[in-house]
């Protein structure tokens, strides 16, 4: 958790109006449209190079920091030669784009040296884990899109101000 | 505001909340505090705050059911029932603090606020349009006694993502999108903060609210049988200023506007909203794209126009619903002149006896004649109005900076934390010597300063992106 309270822990415990979660900053989308830290991995979803149909599923647990990347059909990724594929590197540099690099191997439990790139600090093999679910989450994530607007007033949303500007 | 106003409701001790509010919210306090570490594991102390939360209504009609209530869960018995029961004690409380406070702000202001009309039939009404739902709010409540039990110290990914289905299906009902969009901010949040148990601090009072919140919209009946049967208006309406509330899936635009009916009625406070669903990626500036077919309600903000409108339904909570084809763009009309000239005499809403939660109170205000202070407060004649600058949404122009630099200021009169504070919509401020209006709408028809313009191209156009992929891989 990202403790933003000015005044520590009381200011923060009794405060209704908080955004608990940092926004992400805005990224180009087109190569790695879905990236998230969830359920212990970074883990998203990586366009293919060559086929604009094909995805691959990629992740990274956290603590271990083994890998796993494969089409959304569980046919292993041809890239992973002993070693994280392209698509495994570019899902940790969108993913240091969208959250910072702090938030990123807070995450995964990396220490990251000064001036080291985050993606050369992973230990980690590869380790198949199921692209279903990622996938699913990635669907479930577009299916947001397709929600109708609504003109009727939502009062819970005043728990959840927007935040931003700085200067 | 003027000097006298604001220190009426400061009352010279910056944070007073008003008679007893201290009071209720020391129970709130001990209650939330049960709910950190879990019903489960309710300590000696935590088990004493559960039963003063209860005690406190000794003498009311929820005496008897909060004290079996209370009992039952210090006993280990955590039923949805006794949950449902304590929960219903936390938002009475609550709202009694929210009164207390917006009655010292209405009375601090001189502004006349309209009663509650009763409700026209019983409850007995909206039962058979639940139906339907029950399945689904069934699936919430279980969700939320599991949390009430586990505690927020307890809650790990697998808790978290037990929510999932819930929260799509709640999606899938327009009549629930409030329980959707408020349980699916929440979820996100523990989410983002597990594993919670080694977190230093956490959110207890804002956890508090939302788990509370949750299990009150999801009692059968309470989001189907809303909202109430609308008036419809038709008049002129001047805008003050839009509000933006955002987490990862939902931008709500909530404009604060005064209506001055055609039928030649008393001009009246009013909001109206548009919210959308997004995804996380879809921030800053590109949030506008996404209520892009309510061209009017955005034109009206970007060019600071009044609009006219017909036959528009008026909910009693105040709140025009919005409907694009019965509105039509007018005249200039500036957010500072309108709120000096229309903000005083304009009748405030009543507010729904559900909504009475103090994160709601959010009153347009005009404040000018202030020195700013070093920390960015309004000083106002010796009496000093904290200013929130943390709430300025990204989407617009209005920074920070400009707000120090301001000698006039539209914003909203909130209450959180114990204190006071004014969060703008609209400032009045000189720029390169010129007299210039900014304010949070000013970009909803895209950006209009070069930088942001720039900075939207460079992040090309993650709405677009994303409708390509889904439109490829979703119905496959």
């Known amino acids: 958790m990202t403790d933003r309270s000015p005044n520590g822990a009381t200011v923060w415990a009794r405060h209704s109006r908080l955004r608990v979660v940092p926004p992400v900053q805005p990224r180009k989308l087109a190569k790695v449209p879905f990236v998230e830290l969830a359920d212990g991995r970074l883990q998203g979803v990586v366009s293919s190079g060559s086929d604009i149909g094909r995805v691959y599923v990629s992740s990274i647990a956290a603590g271990t920091h083994d890998y796993n990347c494969s089409t959304n059909n569980n046919r292993p990724c041809g890239g992973l030669y002993g070693s994280p594929c392209k698509h495994l590197r570019a899902l940790v540099a969108e993913a240091v784009v969208q959250y910072g690099a702090d938030r990123v191997s807070r995450y995964l439990r990396v220490e990251v040296p000064e001036g080291a790139d985050l993606a050369d600090c992973l230990g980690g093999v590869h380790e198949p884990a199921p692209a279903a679910v990622v996938f699913s989450r990635f669907l479930r994530h577009l299916a947001y899109l397709e929600v109708p607007d609504t003109t009727l007033p939502i009062p819970e949303l005043h728990w959840f101000p927007a935040t931003g500007t700085v200067g | ?476």
């Open chain 2, 1 to 476: 505001m003027l000097a006298v106003q604001l220190a009426a409701l400061l009352g010279g001790d910056s944070g007073n909340a008003g008679e007893g509010a201290e009071e209720a919210l020391a129970l709130l306090d001990g209650f939330d505090d049960a709910l950190v570490h879990g019903l489960a594991r309710l300590a000696d102390e935590r088990a004493d705050a559960v039963t003063a939360l209860a005690a406190a209504f000794a003498a009311t009609p929820l005496g008897d059911r909060l004290a079996e209530a209370a009992d039952a869960v210090v006993s280990g018995s955590i039923t949805q029932e006794h949950l449902t029961a304590l929960a219903g004690g936390r938002v009475a409380l609550s709202g009694a603090v929210h009164d207390c406070l917006l009655e010292r702000l209405d009375t601090a202001l001189g502004r006349e606020r309209a009663k509650w009309p009763p409700a026209p039939d019983g409850p007995g009404m909206a039962g058979a349009a639940a139906q339907p739902a029950g399945h689904v709010l069934g699936g919430v409540r279980s969700w939320l006694r599991e949390l009430a039990i586990t505690g927020w110290r307890g809650v790990d990914h697998d808790l978290v993502s037990a929510a999932d289905q819930v929260i799509e299906a709640l999606l899938a009902a327009p009549d629930l999108r409030r329980l959707a969009v408020l349980l699916d901010g929440f979820a996100a949040e523990l989410r983002a903060s597990c594993p919670i148990g080694s977190a230093e601090h956490l959110p207890v009072r804002r956890w508090a609210d939302l788990w509370t919140r949750a299990l009150l919209l999801s009692q059968d009946g309470v989001l189907t049988g809303e909202p109430r049967p609308a008036a419809t208006v038709s008049g002129r309406l001047l805008v003050l200023g839009v509000d933006v509330h955002e987490h990862g899936t939902a931008v709500q635009f909530q404009v604060h506007a005064v209506l001055e009916p055609a039928d030649g009625g008393g001009s009246r406070l009013v909001r109206t909203s548009v919210t959308v669903a997004k995804v996380d990626t879809i921030v800053g500036t590109a949030l506008w794209k996404l209520p892009q077919r309510h061209k009017v309600l955005l034109a009206a903000l970007a060019d600071r126009r009044s609009v006219e409108i017909t036959d528009m339904p008026l909910l009693d909570s105040g709140d025009l619903v919005w409907d694009d084809d019965r509105a039509f763009v007018s005249k200039p009309a500036d957010p500072l002149a309108t709120a000096r000239l229309c903000l005083p005499g304009a009748l405030a809403p009543a507010v729904p006896p559900l909504d009475r939660v103090s994160v709601r109170i959010a009153e347009p205000v005009l404040v000018e004649g202030y020195k700013v202070t070093k920390d960015g407060s309004f000083d106002l004649d010796g009496t000093v109005f904290a200013v929130d600058a943390e709430r300025l949404p990204d989407c617009g122009p209005l920074t920070p900076k400009l707000v120090a630099a301001s000698s006039a200021c539209v914003g909203l009169v909130r209450w959180d934390g114990g204190r006071w504070t004014l969060q703008p919509l609209a400032v009045q401020v000189r720029v390169k010597r010129e007299a210039v209006v900014v304010a949070t709408g000013d970009w909803a028809l895209g950006p209009t300063d070069p930088k942001a313009a720039k900075a939207e191209a460079r992040a090309a156009d993650a709405v677009t992106v994303l409708r390509e992929r889904a439109g490829r891989l979703l119905r496959r």
